[in-house]
């Protein structure tokens, strides 16, 4: 069986990964107005920027609204893969990659694991906020929280309740 890789080289197995899979999909149906990015329509982005006429496939045309959310969210072309052009700083700006939905758990797993070995929740969010568009952070946190690696991590935080101890001191009160 044949392992797929991350962006960091680190394998990733994708059938321990399933039930994660299977709640990016849940989230992408409940959230569709979510940063989270169809396989269908990265391409359709890119043909977009690609051609420059706004012509999908040379026939049909692009809506006037999809044109108008891809120029809302600064996507561009970089080394024939899609980015956002975010703003860091009054005029600087920095290109985030952009992930599509079947490649969230890899990228996540990517940072996470490899990048930043098991760093923790605050990190790996940020890391992921300043590197990729298209992951929204209550996923960061549901891939953390199935992380073995993590679990096994943590220690116990509940300790058991103290109760007082109770004698009876010889010679005081009556028997």
């Not at 994660?20 to 391409?43: C, G, M, R």
């Not at 600064?74 to 985030?96: D, H, I, M, N």
Request: aromatic letters at 8%.
């Amino acid at each position: 069986m044949s392992r797929a890789m991350s962006p960091t080289g680190l394998a990733y197995d994708p059938l321990h990964n399933e039930h994660f899979e299977n709640l990016v999909y849940e989230y992408h149906q409940k959230h569709s107005h979510s940063d989270l990015v169809h396989p269908a329509t990265y391409q359709d982005v890119k043909s977009f920027l690609e051609s420059g006429s706004g012509l999908r496939d040379k026939q049909q045309p692009f809506n006037k609204d999809f044109r108008a959310w891809i120029r809302k969210r600064s996507f561009e072309l970089s080394e024939g893969s899609l980015q956002r052009r975010v703003e860091t700083a009054p005029g600087e700006y920095k290109l985030l990659a952009v992930v599509t939905v079947p490649d969230v758990g890899k990228t996540i797993h990517g940072v996470h694991a490899g990048l930043l070995k098991h760093a923790g929740q605050d990190q790996t969010k940020l890391k992921i906020k300043e590197n990729f568009y298209g992951i929204p952070a209550p996923l960061v946190v549901a891939y953390i929280q199935q992380c073995n690696v993590c679990a096994m991590r943590q220690t116990l935080s509940t300790r058991a309740p103290l109760t007082p101890i109770v004698c009876k001191i010889l010679g005081q009160g009556s028997d």
